[in-house]
């Protein structure tokens, strides 16, 4: 082999992976110019907080679960409440469950334009971190926090707070907005709504690698909706199934290398949750803006490489402002700000698409509402797989380049899940090793 | 508002990870600083502390460093003339953490002038609320030290 860094045996090794929630630690093996493993390792065990809830009163499932992700507080508040809700027997709809989306809203703003603007944009321009992007691209960095401080604006209104909010509750929320307040946040919206557009435009732009892979996409699915808080759960290979169903499709295994569990569809393998899962079964129910934009200005009808997940979270980052405005406008303030619900002693489950995927909440309660156990499956643990099979296929068709570049470009490949590492454990150190 | 303008501590960290909530724990041991200082309590995403920082003509930050020093060390840096060292609280629950929300709000023009942090070398981050013995001891000398110097200027 030539002297650039394709020698036959070698190990990649990344000491850190920066730009990702936590620490993990990556290892690729490459033997007689083959790629021979791939594993993402987790070091912590994870269920701190499935034993924290035994115990615990039905109601404040909710606010306990908020605390495993500060990124993503909603989707474990709204699957914990939904849970809860259907223990006890209980339906939130109407003007209750829009406020829902649009919490929801708030989240994947905040979320994508973090994950677009300051983690995975600077992999695209070519810098090392948002600080040398920032020097240069002073007016991408400002939209992007822009953009981010309107999702934390939709979180406060209605969550009470940005961070961690304390407002949502089982039934509802223990204050609802005035249609005032709502209406407020119109104009940031709109305006939040042109620079989604901009942002696509910027992303068109970018160089991606070739790499498109074929997966099993998992997302839920709703008749009439882009579905996000409920539905069933759908792949493009024939799986429709309820959300109760899930533990008997769906395995979570122990793997040696890592304390984190990995998810596995039964007899089938790694599938993938999160931002591209969602875009290609669910397209046809993005907003109209949204739809016309990404055929326009891309990333088109269906996406298939990874590397173009940014484009996908521009797309939804635009959906969720369009759909923003929909709920204000038709927002009249109910007469009680949540339902009632009386314990019994019940399973209750819930699933809402996490920014990240879907997160899937499981839980039994008493006839007091002690809960009695609970299982909660995060999306980063349940794309991980899926991440490793893309490093295992990326390391192959790139072994021509020099161990520098191929560990960059392998983190790049890691960023375009936006892993949340501190829902699936907490830290995750990245290392990638090669030794020539 | 007073001859120091407006001034805020800001104390970074998450509470349900041993050490990693020093910041916070000294954002709560500030009693007695005048009425016109704003305390702010964040879980140390970047994006937030430099919307937080922003207002400000003086910021003071708390937050438990991981550098490999002895447990409860406190560091003291003027970042309003040197850069922290980004690698130094790399270990923080974010990322996106403290060092580039500095570095980023310096790149936009956004950093208060005047910004002072205060690095607690932590010892141990796994789950649970409580802090190590030597943390307790770096909160209380770096809360003393925020409340003398707040008081002096002010």
């Known amino acids: 082999m030539s002297k650039n860094g394709t020698t036959q045996n070698r190990t990649l090794r990344v000491g850190l992976l920066a730009r990702v929630e936590g620490e993990g630690a990556l290892h690729v093996r490459v033997k007689n110019n083959r790629v021979v493993d791939a594993k993402l390792k987790i070091f912590e065990p994870p269920r701190f907080f499935e034993a924290l809830l035994r115990g615990r009163n039905y109601l404040e499932a909710p606010d306990i679960t908020a605390r495993i992700c500060g990124i993503c507080p909603i989707a474990y508040q709204l699957g914990a409440s939904h849970a809860m809700e259907e223990a006890c027997g209980v339906r939130v709809d109407g003007v209750l469950r829009d406020l829902r989306q649009l919490i929801y809203c708030g989240e994947w703003i905040e979320s994508h334009a973090l994950h677009i603007f300051m983690l995975h944009l600077p992999d695209f321009l070519g810098y090392d971190d948002a600080i040398g992007m920032a020097a240069e691209h002073k007016d991408a960095v400002a939209m992007g926090l822009r953009l981010k401080k309107i999702g934390n604006m939709l979180m406060s209104v209605l969550g009470g707070r940005e ?43 970018l160089t991606y690698p070739d790499f498109e892979q074929e997966y099993e996409y998992v997302a839920l699915s709703h008749p009439d909706e882009y579905a996000v808080l409920d539905g069933r759960l759908r792949s493009n290979r024939g799986l429709d199934i309820p959300i109760y169903e899930f533990k008997s499709h769906f395995v979570e295994e122990h793997v040696k290398h890592s304390t984190s569990l990995h ?132 390391v192959t068709q790139h072994l021509h380049l020099n161990t520098e570049d191929l560990t960059w470009k392998c983190e790049q490949a890691i960023r375009n899940y936006d892993p949340c590492i501190s829902c699936s454990c907490h830290f995750l150190r990245l290392d990638l090793e090669r030794d020539e | 508002m007073n001859d120091a303008g407006r001034v805020a501590v800001i104390g970074i960290g998450n509470e349900y990870r041993g050490d990693d909530s020093a910041g916070i724990a000294v954002a709560r041991r500030l009693a007695g600083l005048p009425d016109s200082i704003t305390v702010i309590e964040l879980p140390g995403e970047g994006t937030e502390i430099i919307d937080a920082m922003a207002p400000f003509d003086r910021v003071i930050l708390a937050d438990a460093s991981r550098s490999g020093g002895v447990p409860g060390t406190v560091r003291e840096f003027d970042v309003s003339r040197v850069s922290l060292p980004v690698r130094f609280f790399n270990y923080s629950t974010h990322a996106f953490g403290l060092a580039e929300a500095l570095e980023v709000a310096r790149a936009l023009g956004t950093l208060p002038p005047e910004v002072t942090v205060f690095a607690i070398e932590g010892q141990r981050f796994d789950a649970g609320d409580e802090l190590s013995l030597p943390v307790v001891k770096g909160v209380q000398e770096v809360a003393t030290r925020i409340i003398e110097t707040l008081r002096e200027d002010t």
């Open chain 1, 163 to 205: 961070v961690h909010p304390i407002n949502v509750r089982v039934g509802g929320f223990y204050r609802v907005p005035t249609a005032t307040e709502l209406a407020e946040l119109k104009p940031e919206l709109e305006w939040a709504r042109s620079a989604s557009i901009e942002t696509l435009e910027l992303l068109k732009t």
């Open chain 1, 263 to 394: 998810a596995v569809l039964r007899d089938r393998g790694a599938y993938m949750v999160g931002p591209l899962a969602r875009y290609n079964l669910s397209f046809d129910q993005l907003t109209d803006g949204a739809r016309e934009a990404a055929i326009e200005i891309g990333p088109g009808r269906e996406c298939n490489n990874p590397f173009r997940s940014i484009q996908v979270r521009a797309v939804e980052l635009l959906h969720a402002c369009d759909l923003g405005l929909q709920l204000i406008d038709r927002y009249k303030e109910p007469t009680h700000p949540f339902v009632e619900t009386t314990p019994r002693p019940a399973v209750g489950f819930g699933c809402t698409e996490a920014p990240r995927g879907i997160c899937w909440h499981r839980y039994r309660i008493d006839y007091d509402g002690t809960i009695r156990d609970a299982t909660i499956v995060p999306p980063t643990s349940q794309n991980q797989k899926s991440i490793e099979a893309d490093l295992r296929e990326f």
